[in-house]
C-alpha cells in the first residue's frame, strides 16, 4: 500500500504469526501511553454545556439588565496537537461574530438571529498548539449571545481552556462585562492579548477567578461554602515530610467546631470544641502522608486552620491531586449533615464521589465557585474519525472496544499478562469513573469524562466496548464491570429502538441517517449481549442476538451474490445494495461469535449457520489476488481495505477452527491467502496498520465509499481486528495441525 515489499512484516517475519501479533499490538501500547485524565479547576458559576456539548453562551441571561445594541465577548482556547479540522456549530441568538485566531469565520445573517432554531455549521480548522476562540455578540430585542460547539460533540469532543496568565490551566469559557461600544475585532483590528493578565484589557471578565479581601478574611469552610449552621465538610492534602528527620512533628490546630484529623488512614485527633491545639504525631516510616480533615461549623464561624512543622520549622503541604489552574494545597468536599464520619463509607481515590444518604459530592477549591473536574483530553478526534498523535488510552468508543478485545486475546495468545494488564488498565480508567461521569453530566449539562458511555443514545456509543469490558470481567470479576454492563443491557433490550418486527434500527431523527438500519450495528449489539448472557446467566439476550442475525438478514442479504449491503434506508424502503468491506466484516465477525455460543438445540441455530456458510462463501469468492478484499467487495476498480480483509480472515479462520465450513481446504487457504496478503501490503515492521478506512457515513453510490472514504494509517478501525485475526490463524493452525487432529481422535 504505502510501504515496499522489503518494509513489510511479512519480509522479516514471513508466516510467524506469533511475532506479527506481538509487532502490532507492542507498537500500539508504546504509541498509546497510559495517560491519566487531567484535573483542572472550573468554575460552577460559569459557561455550562447542554446535553449535545454546546456551550451555552446566552448572555441575555446573564445580562438581563442591559440595554439593546450591548455587545459581550467571549474566549477560550483550544489546544491541538497537530492540524485538526471538525465540524463547529453555530445558534445565534442575536447577532454573533465568530473569529479563530483572529481570523472571523462566520458573521450572523438575519435570518439566522431571529429564527428560534437557526443553526449554521462552520468548518473549524484547528492549527498545531494553541488556538484562540473570540465571540462578538450584540443585544437585540430577539436575543443576546449564542450556542457553540462541535457536531457529534460527544464524538468529537471540544474541550476549552481559560485564556490570560493569571487562569492557566482554567477549565471554560470566560466572557467580559457588557459593553456600550465593540472594542475587539476586526473593524477595531484589536484582540486582547490571552498571553497576559486579563487586568490589562481594562474590563472585567468573569466567572470571577479571586476571592475579594472580605471573603479572604473569613474561614477557610465558611468562605467556600457559606456559613451553614449543623454543617460539616471534608478537605485533603499532602505533608511533605522529606526533609524531616526527627521522630515526631507537632501540629497545630485552630477550629472553629468538631474536628478529626487523620494521616493515611490513622484518626491521630478528635475534638468536639473549637480551639487551638497543639499536639505531637510519630512520624513513623512515612515521608509523604495523605492528611484528611473532617471539620463542623461551631456557633457563628465554620473553619480551620492546620500545620505541622519539625524542629521549630513548617511541613510543606502539597496536592493531593494534580488540579491545573490551582496551586493551593487544600481541596474540599461539603457540605455534609454532621453525622459521625466513622460511620461514613467515603473512599478517597480520585473517582471516588463522597456520598452521604442521597447526598453525593465532588472536590471543591478554594476559589469563588470553583470545582475540581477531571477532562479526557488524550484525543479530539478530526472529521476523519482520527486522532493523530495523541494517546488514545482512556477514551471509551467502539472502534476502541475492538482493539481492547484484540489486546486481551492476544495477550492470552502469547502468554504476555503485561498486554491484558495494559488493556485492563485502560478499561478500568473508564468503569473506575462511571459513578462520577454520570454525578458531572448531571451537574454541569454535558459529561467531561466518559462522554459516550454516559450519552447512550445508538449502540455505536455501548456495545463495541461493552463487549470488550465483559471480556476483561471473565477476567478480573471487577463489579463495576456488572454495573455498567446490566445499563447497556437495559438500553439494547428495554430501550433501543425497534421495527415492528423487532429489529434494531436508527431513528436520528432530523440527520441525514434517520430511519436506517446498518449493518455495523450487529457488532454494536450481539457480541456484547451474547457475553451478557453467558457471564450473568440471561438467556433473553442470547435469543435477541439471534433474533436480530434472522431480522438482519431479510433486510440486508443480497441473495445473488450472497453479501450484506451496507444500509437499509426505510425512508426509500429499500437497502442500498453496496456491499461495504468493513459492514460485511462486522456482520460475518459477528456470526462467528454468536454461533460459538448458540446450543444447536436452539430453534435459530440452523438457519444461522446456512446463513453463515452461504455469507461464507460470498465473501470468499470476491478476495483479490493479493489475499485482500476489496472496499466495495463488488466492485473491481475499488481499492483494497485492510480492516474488511482482518475481519473475514477472522470469521473464516473460526468457521474452519469450529467445523461450520465443508470446504475446509478451500477455505484455509482463502484465510492463508488474507492474512499474508496482510503482512504482506498491510503491516510494516514497525507494526503500522496501512490501508484500513475511516469511519463511514453511507450512501446508495459506491463511489462514495471508493473515492469519499480514504484510508488512514493506524485507524482504531483496523488495529484490534488485525490482532484478533493473527490470533485466529494461529489457533486454525494449531486446530488443523496433525497432532490436534490425532488428540481429537482419541
Same mark, same amino acid.
Given at each position: 500500500?504505502?510501504?515496499?515489499?522489503? !518494509?513489510?512484516?511479512? =519480509?522479516?517475519?514471513?508466516?510467524?504469526?506469533?511475532? &506479527?501479533?506481538?509487532?502490532?499490538?507492542?507498537?500500539? @501500547?508504546?504509541?498509546?501511553?497510559?495517560?491519566?485524565?487531567?484535573?483542572?479547576?472550573?468554575?460552577?458559576?460559569?459557561?455550562?454545556?447542554?446535553? !449535545?456539548? $454546546?456551550?451555552?453562551?446566552?448572555?441575555?441571561? @446573564?445580562?438581563?439588565?442591559?440595554?439593546?445594541?450591548?455587545?459581550?465577548?467571549?474566549?477560550?482556547?483550544?489546544?491541538?496537537?497537530?492540524?485538526?479540522?471538525?465540524?463547529? #456549530?453555530? /445558534?445565534?441568538?442575536?447577532? @454573533?461574530?465568530?473569529?479563530?485566531?483572529?481570523?472571523?469565520?462566520?458573521?450572523?445573517?438575519?435570518?439566522?438571529?431571529?429564527?428560534?432554531?437557526?443553526?449554521?455549521?462552520?468548518?473549524?480548522?484547528?492549527?498545531?498548539?494553541?488556538?484562540?476562540?473570540?465571540?462578538?455578540?450584540?443585544?437585540?430585542?430577539?436575543?443576546?449571545?449564542?450556542?457553540?460547539?462541535?457536531?457529534?460533540?460527544?464524538?468529537?469532543?471540544?474541550?476549552? *481552556?481559560?485564556?490570560?496568565?493569571?487562569?492557566?490551566?482554567?477549565?471554560?469559557?470566560?466572557?467580559?462585562?457588557?459593553?456600550?461600544?465593540?472594542?475587539?475585532? /476586526?473593524?477595531?483590528?484589536?484582540?486582547?492579548?490571552?498571553?497576559?493578565? /486579563?487586568?490589562?484589557?481594562?474590563?472585567?471578565? =468573569?466567572?470571577?477567578?479571586?476571592?475579594?479581601?472580605?471573603?479572604?478574611?473569613?474561614?477557610?469552610?465558611?468562605?467556600?461554602?457559606?456559613?451553614?449552621?449543623?454543617?460539616?465538610? =471534608?478537605?485533603?492534602?499532602?505533608?511533605?515530610?522529606?526533609?524531616?528527620?526527627?521522630?515526631?512533628? &507537632?501540629?497545630?490546630?485552630?477550629?472553629?467546631?468538631?474536628?478529626?484529623?487523620?494521616?493515611?488512614?490513622? +484518626?491521630?485527633?478528635?475534638?468536639?470544641?473549637?480551639?487551638?491545639?497543639?499536639?505531637?504525631?510519630?512520624?513513623?516510616?512515612?515521608?509523604?502522608?495523605?492528611?484528611?480533615?473532617?471539620?463542623?461549623?461551631?456557633?457563628?464561624?465554620?473553619?480551620?486552620?492546620?500545620?505541622?512543622?519539625?524542629?521549630?520549622?513548617?511541613?510543606?503541604?502539597?496536592?493531593?491531586?494534580?488540579?491545573?489552574?490551582?496551586?493551593?494545597?487544600?481541596?474540599?468536599?461539603?457540605? *455534609?449533615?454532621?453525622?459521625?464520619?466513622?460511620?461514613?463509607?467515603?473512599?478517597?481515590?480520585?473517582?471516588?464521589?463522597?456520598?452521604?444518604?442521597?447526598?453525593?459530592?465532588?472536590?471543591?477549591?478554594?476559589?469563588?465557585?470553583?470545582?475540581?473536574?477531571?477532562?479526557?483530553?488524550?484525543?479530539?478526534?478530526?472529521?476523519?474519525?482520527? #486522532?493523530?498523535?495523541?494517546?488514545?488510552?482512556?477514551?471509551?468508543?467502539?472502534?476502541?472496544?475492538?482493539?481492547?478485545? %484484540? $489486546?486481551?486475546?492476544?495477550?492470552?495468545?502469547?502468554?504476555?499478562?503485561?498486554?491484558?494488564?495494559?488493556?485492563?488498565?485502560?478499561?478500568?480508567?473508564?468503569?473506575?469513573? =462511571?459513578?462520577?461521569?454520570?454525578?458531572?453530566?448531571?451537574?454541569?449539562?454535558?459529561?467531561?469524562?466518559?462522554?459516550?458511555?454516559?450519552?447512550?443514545?445508538?449502540?455505536?456509543?455501548?456495545?463495541?466496548?461493552?463487549?470488550?469490558?465483559?471480556?476483561?470481567?471473565?477476567?478480573?470479576?471487577?463489579?463495576?464491570?456488572?454495573?455498567?454492563?446490566?445499563?447497556?443491557?437495559?438500553?439494547?433490550?428495554?430501550?433501543?429502538?425497534?421495527?415492528?418486527?423487532?429489529?434494531?434500527?436508527?431513528?436520528?431523527?432530523?440527520?441525514?441517517?434517520?430511519?436506517?438500519?446498518?449493518?455495523?450495528?450487529?457488532?454494536?449489539?450481539?457480541?456484547?449481549?451474547?457475553?451478557?448472557?453467558? $457471564?450473568?446467566?440471561?438467556?433473553?439476550?442470547?435469543?435477541?442476538?439471534?433474533?436480530?442475525?434472522?431480522?438482519?438478514?431479510?433486510?440486508?442479504?443480497?441473495?445473488?451474490?450472497?453479501?450484506?449491503?451496507?444500509?437499509?434506508?426505510?425512508?426509500?424502503?429499500?437497502?442500498?445494495?453496496?456491499?461495504?468491506?468493513?459492514?460485511?466484516?462486522?456482520?460475518?465477525?459477528?456470526?462467528?461469535?454468536? $454461533? !460459538?455460543?448458540?446450543?444447536?438445540?436452539?430453534?435459530?441455530?440452523? /438457519?444461522?449457520?446456512?446463513?453463515?456458510?452461504?455469507?461464507? !462463501?460470498?465473501?470468499?469468492?470476491?478476495?483479490?489476488?493479493?489475499?485482500?478484499?476489496?472496499?466495495?467487495?463488488?466492485?473491481?476498480?475499488?481499492?483494497?481495505?485492510?480492516?474488511?480483509?482482518?475481519?473475514?480472515?477472522?470469521?473464516?479462520?473460526?468457521?474452519?477452527?469450529? %467445523?461450520?465450513?465443508?470446504?475446509?481446504?478451500?477455505?484455509?487457504?482463502?484465510?492463508?491467502?488474507?492474512?499474508? %496478503? +496482510?503482512?504482506?501490503?498491510?503491516?510494516?515492521?514497525? %507494526?503500522?496498520?496501512?490501508?484500513?478506512?475511516?469511519?463511514?457515513?453511507?450512501?446508495?453510490?459506491?463511489?462514495?465509499?471508493?473515492?469519499?472514504?480514504?484510508?488512514?494509517?493506524?485507524?482504531?478501525?483496523?488495529?484490534?481486528?488485525?490482532?484478533?485475526?493473527?490470533?485466529?490463524?494461529?489457533?486454525?493452525?494449531?486446530?488443523?495441525?496433525?497432532?490436534?487432529?490425532?488428540?481429537?481422535?482419541?
Amino acid at each position: 500500500m504505502d510501504f515496499s515489499a522489503k !518494509e513489510s512484516a511479512h =519480509y522479516s517475519f514471513g508466516e510467524d504469526t506469533q511475532q &506479527v501479533l506481538e509487532l502490532v499490538a507492542n507498537r500500539y @501500547i508504546g504509541a498509546n501511553p497510559p495517560l491519566p485524565f487531567i484535573h483542572r479547576a472550573f468554575s460552577a458559576a460559569g459557561i455550562m454545556q447542554n446535553s !449535545e456539548g $454546546l456551550y451555552l453562551l446566552d448572555f441575555g441571561d @446573564i445580562y438581563s439588565a442591559s440595554p439593546n445594541g450591548s455587545y459581550a465577548y467571549a474566549m477560550a482556547l483550544v489546544w491541538s496537537d497537530e492540524q485538526r479540522s471538525i465540524d463547529g #456549530v453555530m /445558534e445565534p441568538l442575536g447577532p @454573533i461574530s465568530l473569529y479563530l485566531n483572529e481570523q472571523r469565520l462566520y458573521h450572523s445573517a438575519v435570518i439566522e438571529e431571529l429564527k428560534p432554531d437557526g443553526r449554521v455549521a462552520i468548518p473549524l480548522l484547528f492549527e498545531k498548539g494553541w488556538n484562540v476562540l473570540m465571540i462578538e455578540a450584540r443585544k437585540t430585542p430577539a436575543g443576546f449571545g449564542c450556542r457553540f460547539g462541535a457536531e457529534e460533540g460527544k464524538v468529537r469532543i471540544l474541550q476549552v *481552556l481559560s485564556p490570560f496568565a493569571n487562569r492557566s490551566g482554567q477549565a471554560g469559557w470566560i466572557y467580559s462585562e457588557p459593553l456600550a461600544q465593540p472594542v475587539y475585532g /476586526e473593524q477595531q483590528q484589536l484582540f486582547p492579548d490571552w498571553t497576559k493578565d /486579563e487586568s490589562l484589557t481594562e474590563l472585567s471578565w =468573569y466567572p470571577r477567578a479571586c476571592w475579594s479581601e472580605q471573603e479572604l478574611a473569613l474561614p477557610n469552610l465558611q468562605r467556600i461554602f457559606g456559613f451553614q449552621a449543623e454543617a460539616a465538610a =471534608y478537605a485533603r492534602t499532602v505533608l511533605d515530610m522529606t526533609a524531616g528527620d526527627a521522630e515526631t512533628m &507537632v501540629m497545630s490546630l485552630q477550629t472553629y467546631g468538631a474536628t478529626m484529623v487523620w494521616l493515611d488512614e490513622q +484518626l491521630i485527633f478528635h475534638t468536639s470544641q473549637a480551639g487551638s491545639y497543639i499536639q505531637h504525631v510519630p512520624l513513623g516510616s512515612r515521608r509523604k502522608p495523605h492528611i484528611k480533615v473532617w471539620s463542623a461549623s461551631g456557633g457563628q464561624h465554620w473553619g480551620f486552620q492546620l500545620a505541622f512543622s519539625v524542629n521549630g520549622s513548617e511541613l510543606r503541604l502539597q496536592a493531593s491531586l494534580n488540579v491545573h489552574g490551582y496551586s493551593e494545597p487544600w481541596i474540599y468536599a461539603g457540605p *455534609l449533615d454532621q453525622a459521625a464520619p466513622e460511620a461514613q463509607s467515603e473512599t478517597f481515590a480520585a473517582h471516588a464521589l463522597l456520598k452521604q444518604q442521597d447526598k453525593q459530592l465532588y472536590w471543591q477549591l478554594d476559589a469563588p465557585a470553583f470545582v475540581v473536574r477531571p477532562y479526557y483530553e488524550n484525543a479530539m478526534l478530526s472529521n476523519k474519525w482520527t #486522532v493523530g498523535s495523541m494517546s488514545n488510552f482512556g477514551r471509551w468508543d467502539y472502534p476502541l472496544g475492538v482493539t481492547m478485545y %484484540g $489486546l486481551l486475546r492476544s495477550g492470552k495468545q502469547l502468554q504476555r499478562s503485561d498486554m491484558i494488564e495494559y488493556a485492563l488498565k485502560h478499561i478500568t480508567s473508564c468503569t473506575d469513573w =462511571y459513578d462520577y461521569s454520570v454525578w458531572d453530566y448531571a451537574q454541569y449539562g454535558f459529561p467531561a469524562i466518559n462522554h459516550q458511555l454516559v450519552l447512550i443514545k445508538m449502540l455505536d456509543n455501548c456495545g463495541s466496548f461493552g463487549s470488550a469490558m465483559l471480556e476483561a470481567y471473565s477476567i478480573t470479576n471487577d463489579q463495576r464491570f456488572a454495573q455498567i454492563a446490566e445499563v447497556i443491557a437495559d438500553f439494547m433490550l428495554n430501550k433501543l429502538e425497534r421495527k415492528a418486527d423487532g429489529a434494531f434500527y436508527r431513528v436520528c431523527e432530523g440527520e441525514y441517517s434517520a430511519n436506517t438500519m446498518w449493518a455495523d450495528d450487529l457488532y454494536m449489539s450481539t457480541p456484547f449481549l451474547i457475553r451478557y448472557a453467558e $457471564l450473568f446467566h440471561q438467556e433473553e439476550a442470547l435469543h435477541e442476538a439471534a433474533k436480530q442475525f434472522v431480522l438482519y438478514k431479510k433486510y440486508l442479504f443480497m441473495e445473488d451474490q450472497r453479501l450484506m449491503s451496507h444500509v437499509y434506508d426505510f425512508k426509500y424502503d429499500r437497502a442500498t445494495s453496496v456491499p461495504w468491506g468493513r459492514g460485511n466484516g462486522w456482520v460475518l465477525f459477528s456470526l462467528s461469535e454468536l $454461533l !460459538e455460543r448458540l446450543p444447536q438445540a436452539h430453534p435459530l441455530h440452523e /438457519e444461522l449457520l446456512d446463513f453463515y456458510q452461504q455469507f461464507a !462463501e460470498g465473501i470468499a469468492s470476491f478476495q483479490s489476488d493479493s489475499g485482500l478484499w476489496r472496499q466495495v467487495i463488488n466492485e473491481p476498480d475499488s481499492y483494497e481495505e485492510a480492516s474488511c480483509t482482518a475481519m473475514f480472515v477472522y470469521g473464516l479462520a473460526r468457521g474452519i477452527r469450529f %467445523g461450520w465450513l465443508q470446504q475446509r481446504t478451500h477455505f484455509e487457504a482463502v484465510v492463508e491467502r488474507g492474512w499474508q %496478503g +496482510l503482512t504482506k501490503h498491510a503491516i510494516n515492521r514497525q %507494526g503500522h496498520v496501512f490501508g484500513v478506512c475511516s469511519g463511514s457515513r453511507y450512501s446508495f453510490a459506491p463511489d462514495y465509499y471508493m473515492y469519499d472514504l480514504r484510508t488512514v494509517v493506524n485507524d482504531n478501525h483496523g488495529i484490534g481486528i488485525m490482532m484478533l485475526a493473527g490470533v485466529e490463524v494461529e489457533q486454525m493452525r494449531t486446530a488443523s495441525s496433525p497432532t490436534a487432529t490425532s488428540q481429537s481422535s482419541l
